[in-house]
């Protein structure tokens, strides 16, 4: 009967999605990935990143034949020119599309077919922090807000189970709920 | 002679950034903002946001006219195809650009001219924790190294405070070495 299986579900592979996990259990040390962006300035608040290149399961993944690049900027009652999302809103952006994918990785090892999946995503802030104005408000969003919708072939206790999965699972959701160790260091001059 | 300098640096209007400050020591309740993002998934890790409206300054902010899109992916390792870069690098690019522009306004009101700021981040991730082999990895980058270039026309050391003003301002700086409470509704069905 497994054979007959299709082995596409949501668009994930799945026979490539449980080799992936057996051979990471066989060898956990193929594990450790490295993710990375440089960005440049431009002007005023437009600056841009270039993503790329990665450390991938014991080696330097070259799979990507170019580049994306990403232009940030602010609106104009930030003093920016539009030339992209603002940073707060790449987050957002960041954490919306990883539980997205987490949900839909889930469902499909647990053979769910999903038709939808919608978010939307609030954040609130007083920029008075991030401006310097006073000293009370912290810079960042005070909290966000994310309302799913899910919809698919399995019941609504199944899908809301995938979600709570994916939420257990996620890498932004983990980093923006808990917050990361960052080290910087400045070249100046 | 404050009426001779030229209000542009940095490509920021600090006559404009100045006003600003003082408008929102005046009327602190004008510092309330909201930023928004709505996402939807296409296919396996395909995703996109849309982005465009927010709240700022006592009133709904509708000047842009087109809403920014955003494609998330997983390169064929992490079982996508490449549609955007993948959700863990957009929080890397989220904290380069929010550090740059922070970096860049700061100097700009400390009047400092600016010529490049460039930087590099790097983020370790053992995928095993996101993708539920292991229970003992976590699931975000274990820590974020980012390297700033920076070059104007102020002596290093004054660099240096501008980058440090910058950390301590920065929106997504605070959010990503402090975290944020996030409150995730569902519907299902």
Known sequence: MTALTAPIRNGVN???????LDLLEAQPELGRF???ASNRWIDGAHNRSTIQGLYAAGGEDTSR??????????????????????????????????LTTSIVYVAAARKVRLTSVESTLTGDMDVRGAL???????????????????????????????????????????MVTNGVPVAVEVAAG
């Open 14 to 20: 799945t026979d490539t999605l449980f080799a992936t």
């Open 34 to 36: 490295q993710f990375r």
């Open 65 to 98: 034949a170019e580049a994306f690049e990403l232009d940030a900027g602010e609106p104009a009652i930030l003093l920016g020119t539009d030339t992209g999302p603002n940073p707060a809103e790449f987050l957002l952006h960041a954490l919306a599309a990883c």
């Open 132 to 174: 310097g104005v006073d000293e009370e408000p912290r810079n960042g969003f005070e909290q966000i807000r994310i309302a799913f919708k899910v919809t698919g072939d399995a019941p609504a206790e199944k899908l809301r189970e995938v979600v709570e999965r994916a939420k257990a699972r996620s890498a932004v959701y983990d």
